[in-house]
């Protein structure tokens, strides 16, 4: 069968319209390039082109110096003591779940979990117990509740779950829960615990000693300013033989990861955004008292945060009646808001929402920012003038 040539005209070089704007999604605002990652893709973007010098173990590259990277760097970064390089965050999950639980064992995670460590587990063939949050409007993990879960478990089966996770912080409402304390908890029982970082990696420090995570997951496209899929998987050392076990058959070839993961660009677009990445992790501070501003102005146009106050983390969920309230009566329906943000050049709403709505402040800048608030002041203004 001839492919139809009107269809191949679609394909080929495809500009990409939202690459100019002012960027809010939390999904994203963390994964742009650098100036450097942006080079680095164009002379990497070929196939295997890290493998020129590859003696067998893709982390043991010396040119480029991915060894340096995986061993030295990264697990220095992250205070632990293995790191290796995943496709993603959810691909470090699973790893974790499927080497270190037996199928049939639970994995305790919290009720705010992304759906992807659900499903990593589910891969696993593991059962899960949820950890409950407080609610609207903080929806704080509550933290001894990981020992009531824990607690449950063992009633339930006359075993400890295999493992506990905990994520840092939640995709929905940007929430810092006590790693500390839940690390605590589930040492008590003998319970390892994983830190899921997709949103702190690469944005704020994370030290897995310090927090007393086990395993740490992280997310380069989603917070380490790097060209996706990839991620990353921190092990404690009393794990690593078994995450990182070796193929009987093809002794070089860590089973968990398949032998090989990012074998490109990706891993190259990681490590030229490296050294940024550790300097804005120091940054950290400024960052979270941008987010806290930006919240307190929406709040002054009656649109509601929603999470932990004061927030600690640019990711923030809003509820915002006032848009909801335009939406009812407004031409476009819903698709009114994104609208007018895309006629302002700003992306990174989801269309069609209006009445609740997340959205990062991460590396936009006051300057962006004060221009965001100007934008939605003037929408509420535009729609009220019309009432
Ligand atoms: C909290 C959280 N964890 C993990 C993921 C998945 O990350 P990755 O795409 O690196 O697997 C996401 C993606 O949205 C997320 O929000």
């Not at 824990?150 to 810092?176: F, M, S």
Request: some cysteine; hydrophobic content about 40%; overall charge neutral.
């Amino acid at each position: 069968m001839a492919l139809d040539e009107a269809a191949l005209k679609k394909f080929g070089f495809i500009p990409r319209e939202t690459k100019d704007a002012i960027n809010i999604d939390p999904l994203q605002t963390a994964g742009k390039l650098t100036e450097e990652a942006r080079r680095a893709l164009l002379e990497w973007g070929d196939g295997y082109s890290v493998c020129d010098f590859c003696g067998g173990v893709l982390d043991l590259i010396k040119k480029p110096p991915i060894e340096e990277f995986v061993h030295g760097a990264l697990p220095e970064f992250l205070n632990i003591d293995a790191v290796r390089i995943t496709h993603g965050a959810r691909e470090a999950k699973f790893a974790v779940m499927h080497s270190i639980a037996q199928e049939g064992d639970y994995v305790v995670m919290d009720e705010v979990a992304h759906y992807s460590s659900v499903v990593a587990a589910q891969r696993a063939r593991l059962n899960i117990k949820k950890v409950p949050h407080s609610g609207s409007p903080e929806y704080m993990t509550d933290v001894e509740g990981y020992a009531t879960a824990i607690e449950e478990v063992i009633k339930e089966t006359g075993k400890a779950p295999a493992l506990a996770l905990v994520t840092y912080p939640d995709g929905n409402y940007g929430n810092i829960t006590d790693v500390q304390r839940i690390s605590k908890i589930c040492h008590d029982y003998d319970v390892p615990l994983l830190l899921n970082g997709a949103y702190a990696v690469g944005r704020m420090p994370v030290d897995a000693k310090k927090l007393g995570a086990d395993f740490v997951a992280g997310s380069g496209h989603k917070s380490m300013a790097a060209s996706g899929p990839i991620g990353l998987l921190g092990v404690r050392k009393e794990y690593a033989d078994i995450v990182f076990r070796k193929s009987p058959t093809n002794k070089n070839k860590e089973i968990e990861l398949l032998g090989c993961t990012s074998r490109g660009a990706t891993i190259m677009t990681m490590i030229a955004s490296f050294p940024h990445v550790v300097e804005r992790v120091n940054n950290w501070d400024q960052e979270v008292q941008n987010a806290r501003w930006f919240s307190g102005k929406l709040e002054e146009m009656g649109i509601i945060q929603k999470g932990q106050k004061p927030h600690n983390h640019d990711l923030m969920f809003f509820e915002a009646p006032v848009f909801y309230e335009i939406s009812q009566k407004a031409k476009k329906g819903r698709y009114f808001l994104y609208r007018e943000l895309k006629e302002r050049n700003i992306h990174g709403i989801k269309s069609g929402l209006t009445k609740y709505f997340k959205l990062s402040t991460f590396q936009v800048g006051r300057e962006n920012l004060q221009y965001v608030l100007d934008s939605f002041q003037s929408i509420i203004e535009k729609y009220e003038n019309e009432k």
